[in-house]
């Protein structure tokens, strides 16, 4: 059973607002994008005096930072662009579900996340994959089993060759949410198994409505990491939850797990969004590396190569 002490730390979520990430209604203020606060230097104002060597090397530092921090800067890397060009040669229909992380809540740049940015690196030369967006902010695996039952979600399954899917982690807080004075891992254990049922329900619908596309269940991280370290619980949850995810896309052919929690865990880099649960732009493009390396090796992970920010 959770500790009394480890139960306050919960409830100060709970009651500190950033339960608000999963259940609020209205979308966060976009920040103002990094692209119009990092402005390239104007070759033109030039200042004609030369620049001691501890000057200049503060000058080049500076630069670094800033190329480093743009978000227009060119991420997806050109081996994988290239691939996505020979491996994308006709018209392909890409239908993403879920929650959230796949909405793009967060994203400061309004590019709908990763959906935007697959979107851009994919059709950057010409356009070839068209996506179709029904994911909706704090979506449950049950409430994204029903909403397959949707007339416009089942016609765009239909002629989909690619589903992307993000859901699970609005499970867990409804658990945190139903039982946060009496929290358990037998609650969350419980609550797991249902889980596991939903999903093998959701994939059999989808398999049902097209049993040729490719399906894609992208994993999520630990959002509690920055604040909660100390709470092993939460990150065995966590993990548990996504092992159970991966462990039922292999029940099914043409079904494949995608993780991501390793890229947010432990990163020197922020990619949250202010609300410290979101990916931010640079979070999603990470999000958006991985999973495009996913669906050109067709869901096998054991050749994928880390992702870079170039």
Known sequence: MITIKKLIFII?????????????KEEPTPTKPIK???????????DDKTASPEEQEEEDIEVAVKVKE???????????KKASSFFFTHDVNV???????????????NNSGYVGILDDTINQDKQVAQFQNFAKRGSRSGQLLIRLEDEDVTEAL????????TIGA???????????????????????????????????????????????LIGFYNPFQEYFADIEELEYIVDSWNQIGEDVTEKYSNVHYIPIKDLFDNAE?????????????LG????????????????????HTEATIQ
């Open 269 to 281: 880099t922020n990619y949250f969004s202010d609300d410290n649960f979101h990916p931010n732009a």
């Open 12 to 24: 100060l979520i709970l009651t500190g607002g950033l339960i608000l990430f999963i259940f609020a």
């Open 284 to 303: 999603y493009r990470l999000m958006a590396n991985r999973i495009l390396q996913y669906v050109l090796d067709e869901g096998d992970g054991d050749e």
């Open 70 to 80: 743009d978000p227009i800067r060119e991420f997806i890397s050109d081996k994988l």
């Open 170 to 216: 609005n499970d867990i807080m409804q658990v945190f949410k139903e039982n946060f004075t009496d929290l358990t891992l037998e609650k969350f254990t419980s609550e797991q198994i249902r889980y596991e049922q939903r999903l093998e329900n959701i994939f059999t619908k989808i398999q049902e409505i097209n049993g040729e596309a490719d399906i894609y």
């Open 36 to 46: 119009e606060i990092v402005q390239p230097k104007d070759e033109h104002n030039i």
């Open 95 to 109: 239908v993403t579900l879920g929650d959230s992380l796949t909405e793009g809540s967060g994203d400061e740049t």
């Open 158 to 165: 239909d002629n989909a060759d690619i589903v992307l899917i």
